[in-house]
Antibody, heavy 117, light 106 residues
Framework: QVQLQESGPGLVKPSQTLSLTCTVS??????????WSWIRQHPGKGLEWIGY???????YYNPSLKSRVTISVDTSKNQFSLKLSSVTAADTAVYYC?????????WGQGTLVTVSS | SYELTQPLSVSVALGQTARITCGGN??????VHWYQQKPGQAPVLVIY???NRPSGIPERFSGSNSGNTATLTISRAQAGDEADYYC?????????FGGGTKLTVL
């Protein structure tokens, strides 16, 4: 059974960089065939796709966030990570990692990140 | 960019059939996936590729997709089905989600 778990600071100051890591267990990122994604949900709102990474390192980002987003993978640790730069209060959200492609069959529990000074 | 339109809310009487729609330009040409999200929890995939159920999802959940509308149907609605439901497609290498529909079971 594949499991994903997000980790990282719950509070980030405006203009700084949000950094989260997703640890995958029960399956290997290196096995291929899946796109490892980040999705966020603003409080009381819907889901917003941030981007994905393949085990090879190829990425694709939401055009609306592309200039601020970096997703990376560490296959030796079976982890992938999200960095979102120059954050503002509008980036306050629950951040989920999930397994794709096309549809998301496994999700992390989500982690709330608040942007505030 | 591609947009998906869902009703904000749908109500259904206990034991009756709920239908949640997801509208998009020629959505019938795309694969539509549906998620259920209960308060404080991560979304759960309930339908993939228009009409397929993942293991563990009751047969009461079904989906269809044609023209400009995809539909999630929940038969014999139960109190436990009360949740937010989101449709999702891929367009131009981007995952797109609908705005979500709150299902209330009366």
């Amino acid at each position: 059974q594949v499991q994903l778990q997000e980790s990282g600071p719950g509070l980030v100051k405006p203009s700084q960089t949000l950094s989260l890591t997703c640890t995958v267990s029960g399956g290997s990122i290196s096995s291929g065939g899946y796109y490892w994604s980040w999705i966020r949900q603003h409080p009381g709102k819907g889901l917003e796709w941030i981007g994905y990474i393949y085990y090879s390192g190829s990425t694709y980002y939401n055009p609306s966030l592309k200039s601020r987003v970096t997703i990376s993978v560490d296959t030796s640790k079976n982890q992938f990570s999200l960095k979102l730069s120059s954050v503002t209060a509008a980036d306050t959200a629950v951040y989920y990692c999930a397994r794709g492609p096309y549809y998301y069959d496994y999700w992390g529990q989500g982690t709330l990140v608040t942007v505030s000074s | 960019s591609y947009e998906l339109t869902q009703p904000l809310s749908v109500s259904v009487a206990l034991g009756q059939t709920a239908r949640i729609t997801c509208g998009g330009n020629n959505i019938g040409s795309k694969n539509v996936h549906w998620y259920q999200q209960k308060p404080g929890q991560a979304p759960v995939l309930v339908i993939y590729r228009d009409s397929n159920r993942p293991s563990g999802i009751p047969e009461r959940f079904s989906g269809s997709n044609s023209g400009n509308t995809a539909t999630l149907t929940i038969s014999r609605a139960q109190a436990g089905d009360e949740a937010d439901y989101y449709c999702q497609v891929w367009d131009s290498s981007t995952a797109v989600f609908g705005g979500g529909t709150k299902l209330t079971v009366l």
